[in-house]
């Protein structure tokens, strides 16, 4: 007697002979009507391709789940190996089409783009070494949990991820939070590091416009405990020093403190539960007009309008140490202990950005709130005031409204958040940090805009050489001295073709921007010389060739 698993395996083999077969028929007719055009044989295809399919489709799956263990893998194999059988015949006539783009809200960086990007981040972690900072990295995404609650009316956007079965997970919103993370996790006290990475951001695009949801931000942060406002105030040397160097345009850098706010709120009669609302309202000044703020807070946060009126009276206030004084003279702010402790801290804060001669840039700003709940005291943010700063284009939407058609538009910004770490920490140790982000993207764009209507070529390689000839049957030599040049260090290039002409070669040269040509003949060879040639201005010059690397390295010192 046969068992039943047995029958059933017959049977399954049974199907494949017929499979098989029809496969073979179908491959033949196949390659018959390709060659020949023949109707006849594509009708006879399809309905060979049609039978199989559907065949194998249906049947196989059932027959696996009540087949014994030993032959599943057999058959999932026969399957695997039909269904791309039938992907290959359908791709005769039922080709896939692809819609071509990138996911909304993301895009690609072509190799002119990354070139300015790259120069843009060399000058930045140029700046954060010379600082002594390290680097970290952490995943991309995190437990939902531990973004959750960071944000403020910003949580919205926490991109969340499909449940994969198990955690719970969404895609970072920023670095500061993974980075307090990482402390925590690891028990770190004391770090000064940088982070250069791509955050996610459930934005709409469609409605602002110039904003992305996946894009780099850039960080800085000091953790530790020390005396007050010296990683401030580093932090701040540091946008100073990064917006100057990419001279990007006349640019301020906005000060204020989270305890300044708070205390402010208390002593205008916001009630303690609403003051993490009313301020990210009060964050919308740079945008919006006063009036339109005076609105929000009435209308909707519900505040009385005497108390927006209050309000109104400070957050107008900007200055330097002189309105740091007159402040911690205020009869009615001087109340408030939070207050007072903000505005002695920006003193000194402002004593030390003194000495680091950057005060004609630096105001205090009671209006500067930023949104982010976790921030605890000093805050800032640079924005660029040169009135011709180029408008971000979006190549994907057409010209930009972004939001520097409304304010010049920020283009860093942080603070100090010493409760974030101690938020992770089970037994709610304090980490106190202080660090800046500095807004890559828009500095991205406005590199790109610049780059666009300058004369100035972006190269996207960095070729110091072309390896060229004039002659024929030279493409030996080339090599030869090609990979000399590369194991001595020389960025160079050659041409892959046997008898290239040296027009060509020469053109490549100029489409890419390489500023020198080794040309090797049949004298040169025999001279023990190469003619090295300066593509801008033609000039040739025979260079012994011991002497060529150095020559080389000389004249592209500063290519
Ligand atoms: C080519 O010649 C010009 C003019 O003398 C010079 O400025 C440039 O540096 C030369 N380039 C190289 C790579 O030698």
Redesign the pocket.
């Given at each position: 007697m046969i068992p039943a698993d047995g029958l059933k395996l017959i049977f399954c083999f049974g199907l494949n002979i017929f499979c098989w077969s029809g496969a073979c028929v179908s491959f033949f007719f196949f390659f018959f009507c390709t060659a020949k055009m023949n109707t006849l044989g594509l009708v006879t295809l399809r309905v060979c391709a049609g039978l199989m399919g559907r065949r194998t489709l249906h049947v196989l799956p059932r027959l696996q789940r009540s087949s014994s263990g030993m032959t599943i893998p057999q058959i999932d194999e026969e399957v695997a190996r039909l269904l791309q059988l039938k992907a290959q015949l359908d791709g005769d006539d039922g080709k896939q089409t692809f819609v071509l783009k990138t996911p909304k809200g993301t895009r690609d960086y072509n190799p002119k783009q990354m070139a300015i990007r790259e120069k843009v981040f060399n000058t930045i972690f140029n700046c954060f070494k010379r600082h002594g900072a390290e680097t970290i990295d952490t995943p991309v995404f995190e437990l939902k949990e531990t973004l959750t609650g960071k944000y403020g009316e910003d949580s919205k956007l926490i991109y969340d991820l499909k449940d994969q079965g198990g955690e719970l997970l969404s895609l970072r919103y920023d670095l500061t939070v993974p980075f307090a993370r990482y402390l925590a996790m690891n028990k770190i006290t004391n770090i000064k590091r940088y982070h250069i990475a791509k955050v996610y951001r459930r934005d709409n695009p469609a409605m602002t416009r110039g904003r992305y949801r996946e894009f780099y931000q850039c960080d800085f942060d000091i953790a530790g405990q020390y005396d007050p406002m010296i990683p401030d105030a580093e932090c701040l040397k540091i946008v100073h020093e990064i917006l100057s160097e990419l001279e990007l345009g006349d640019f301020r850098i906005k000060v204020n403190d989270r305890r300044i706010l708070d205390g402010m709120f208390a002593v205008c009669g916001v009630p303690d539960e609403k003051f993490r609302t009313v301020c990210s309202t009060v964050d919308k000044l740079d945008k919006l007009p006063w009036e339109e703020v005076k609105n929000e807070m009435v209308k909707e946060k519900g505040l009385p309008e005497e108390v927006a009126d209050q309000i109104g009276g400070y957050v107008s206030l900007q200055g330097g140490m002189d309105l740091v004084e007159r402040l911690l003279e205020d009869p009615k702010l001087s109340k408030s202990s939070d207050a007072v402790a903000g505005l002695k801290d920006i003193k000194q804060l402002f004593v030390y950005l003194q000495l680091f001669r950057i005060t004609d840039k630096v105001a205090f700003d009671l209006s500067l709130a930023r949104g982010l709940d976790y921030y605890t005291g000093v805050i800032y943010e640079a924005i660029l005031t040169q009135a011709g700063v180029p408008q971000t284009q979006d190549p994907q939407n057409g010209p930009g409204v972004e939001e520097a058609s409304v304010s010049v538009g920020s283009i860093a910004g942080g603070g100090r958040y010493d409760g974030l770490v101690g938020m992770f920490d089970p037994k709610g140790r304090k980490v106190p940090c202080v660090g800046v982000s500095i807004g890559i993207e828009r500095i991205f764009s406005i590199m790109e805009q610049k780059a666009e209507t300058s004369a100035e070529k972006v190269r996207t390689t960095e070729t110091q050489v072309m390896v060229a000839s004039a002659q024929k049957n030279l493409l030996e030599e080339r090599l030869k001295l090609t990979a000399e040049l590369w194991d001595a260090g020389v960025k160079a290039e050659v041409m892959y073709k046997k008898n290239p002409k040296l027009l060509s070669q020469l053109q490549h040269c100029e489409d890419t921007g390489i500023?020198?040509v080794a040309i090797l003949g049949e004298q040169e060879l025999k001279d023990g010389v190469v003619k090295l040639r300066?593509?801008?201005?033609r000039?040739e010059l025979n260079i012994p060739r011991d002497s060529l690397i150095e020559e080389i390295k000389k004249?592209?010192a500063d290519?």
């Open positions: 500023p020198l300066n593509v801008t201005t000039e004249r592209t290519c």
